[in-house]
């Protein structure tokens, strides 16, 4: 499964998927779960202004963080949607802690980061996250820290951001301005004017004005495929960039002009990435850019995240985007972020702020003698755990105000008024659902790509393991 910034649902393949040979795809499979409660067929509106992913079968199950068959919190009833399409074939892990309102149910069903904040596995409504790098040094995992962040994968800075108002877009920032060097037209700007662009790891792409891929396209020389809408890089030129190594500086502010503001600098290995089955036959060399038809489609995709570290506040309504740093044998240093609401002892760590996330953020260890819970992730695995469901299913729900949450109520697609509620879509049997034209990136010689990003010809299952601290505390440690 791959973390989601603009989901907060767990989405995963169901019966039906299949790979380029036609064997069946790693698959969840309902009816051998003793906890799975069927909800119905609802639209995913995951990235709905960007591709359609068609119908989702809802339900209830028990999901576990487990790497390995290591200890990790287990949460019941939690929202799992199924989706049965050749095109979707790694799950969404969402991030988000917005409810979900569903036609068939009164009161809103909450998001698994959220029920982990009420079960006090984690201290608050936060994350950290880099997408990882397969280029760099011996193909750099991911890391996701749930509840904090960890300070050895980023360089630290000032700026932060705050939340958009649109409840659907919150991770939105101006970037001002897109430079290139040592690029085959040498350094030049690539992008006319400062746009407003939504951060979502979901995806790989980056959704730029149609004048901005044109500079693009001119600076590495790409090509352009109709068909697919994709740009393409042939042999010749790929070897030319390879050997140019050009860089790409993203430079990132709170308005379109002036004021705070951060660069992030790509190599080209970020961009060098292959697409293969269901898009091509063969692998094929591509660089992640996308036209987007609108404003509403300026995204700055999983591509970016490679080389970026994002701290999301959900607690403070703001967030950070760092450049991220590439160590051998690095140690992890995690940082936790409090709740608003938390209270510090006369014997607790101080608070510290680093890179824009204002108060609040403190050493992940004891607090006036209590553990608060700390789930930090390098590459995930999920499993959606088969036990026998309790007859009395704890319902995370609030009762005393302290753990209210942001409801988020899903509409249908084509649908404008954010207070509709995500209708239950006609039962007319389960089929195949269609998925978008172009989905998760395979790496060349793959038949399905565990890593974070394609662009090799290994898969690269992260393997992990959990080092307990103390009750309630866990980090699950890199055991390359």
Request: charged share 15%; aromatic share 10%.
């Amino acid at each position: 499964m791959l973390p989601s910034t603009q989901s907060q649902e767990i989405i995963v393949p169901i019966p039906g998927v299949y790979t380029s040979h036609g064997t069946q795809s790693t698959v969840f499979q309902s009816n051998l779960s003793s906890t799975w409660v069927m909800n119905g067929l609802f639209v995913l509106d995951l990235d709905a202004n960007l591709v359609s992913l068609g119908e989702g079968l809802y339900g209830f199950d028990t999901v576990v963080l487990e790497i390995d068959n290591s200890a990790g919190p287990t949460l019941q009833r939690q929202i799992v949607a199924g989706i049965a399409a050749k095109e979707f074939y790694l799950g969404v892990f969402g991030l988000g802690p917005e409810s979900s309102n569903f036609s068939t149910f009164d009161d809103p069903q909450l998001s698994f980061l959220t029920s982990l904040e009420i079960a006090n596995e984690i201290p608050s409504l936060s994350y950290g996250y880099t997408a990882g790098a397969a280029y760099r040094l011996d193909k750099v995992v991911g890391s996701l820290t749930l509840g904090g962040y960890d300070t050895s994968r980023f360089t630290p800075n000032e700026v932060s951001f705050p939340f958009s108002s649109d409840e659907e877009a919150r991770l939105t920032l101006a970037i001002q301005e897109i430079t290139a060097s040592d690029s085959l037209n040498g350094s030049l700007s690539l992008l006319p004017a400062g746009i407003f662009s939504l951060i979502d790891s979901s995806l790989p792409y980056i959704w730029l004005p149609t004048v901005a891929c044109d500079l693009f396209q001119q600076a590495f020389q790409l090509i352009y495929d109709n068909d697919t809408d994709l740009y393409l890089v042939d042999d010749t030129t790929h070897s030319q960039l390879k050997q140019l190594n050009p860089s790409i500086t993203f430079h990132l502010g709170v308005q379109l002009a002036g004021g705070d503001s951060v660069n992030i600098v790509l190599p080209y290995g970020a961009f060098d990435l292959q697409a293969s089955y269901p898009i091509y036959p063969n692998a094929t060399n591509y660089f992640p850019i996308r036209r987007a038809a609108n404003e509403t489609q300026y995204t700055i995709g999983r591509a970016f995240l490679q080389e970026a570290y994002l701290i999301a506040d959900y607690e403070r309504s703001n967030f950070s985007v760092s450049q991220a740093v590439f160590e051998d044998n690095y140690i992890a240093q995690i940082v936790r972020i409090d709740a608003a609401n938390f209270t510090s002892s006369p014997t607790s760590s101080s608070s510290v702020n680093h890179h824009g996330i204002s108060g609040g953020a403190t050493a992940g260890v004891a607090v006036g003698g209590i553990i608060v819970g700390l789930l930090s992730m390098v590459g995930i695995r999920f499993f959606l755990q088969r036990r026998q469901r309790r007859k009395n299913q704890q319902q995370y729900k609030s009762t005393d105000g302290v753990h209210e949450v942001p409801l988020f109520e899903k509409h249908e697609l084509g649908h404008q008024d954010a207070t509709q509620v995500k209708q239950e879509v006609e039962d007319t049997g389960l089929v195949e659902v269609e998925g978008s034209r172009i989905q998760e990136m395979e790496c060349a010689g793959t038949t399905l790509a565990s890593s974070e990003l394609p662009g090799s010809n290994t898969e690269n299952e992260m393997e992990s393991s959990v080092v307990p601290y103390h009750r309630g505390l866990y980090e699950l440690a890199d055991t390359r």
